[in-house]
């Protein structure tokens, strides 16, 4: 499914998926730095730092200083990047309903059922 999700995401919208995966990051708690997303992703904050960039340069994302921490960056998804992320979703959501379609009721509750179980030994 991520070789797929990395397909459909930079066809239909033109970022990488590693760049998704920042939005989504910055979406799930705002006012994140570079240095948080870097250890969550377990990235070098030099390749965040390139993807921050990107993502500014799009104007998906917001980076202000930290009037606490002059040298700290925070960041916050634009309008544009709030839009972004729910259209990804949905098309991922779309996505993954057409390859769970195939299933039958009991595969798809069993095969959720293992992967949820796989997800928490993570």
Do not use: W
Not at 26 to 34: G, S
């Amino acid at each position: 499914m991520d070789k797929t999700a990395h397909k459909f995401i930079e066809q239909e919208y033109n970022i990488s998926f590693h760049q998704f995966l920042v939005l989504m990051h910055i979406q799930e708690q705002p006012e994140i730095n570079q240095k948080q997303i870097a250890t969550f992703m377990t990235y070098t904050e030099a390749a965040i730092s390139r993807q921050i960039s990107s993502l500014e340069v799009l104007e998906l994302i917001q980076v202000s200083k930290n009037s606490k921490n002059k040298r700290e960056k925070l960041l916050a998804l634009t309008v544009q990047g709030e839009k972004l992320i729910n259209s990804c979703l949905k098309l991922l959501t779309k996505k993954s309903n057409q390859l769970m379609s195939v299933l039958t009721p009991a595969e798809e509750s069993s095969f959720r059922a293992t992967l949820n179980k796989l997800l928490i030994t993570i």
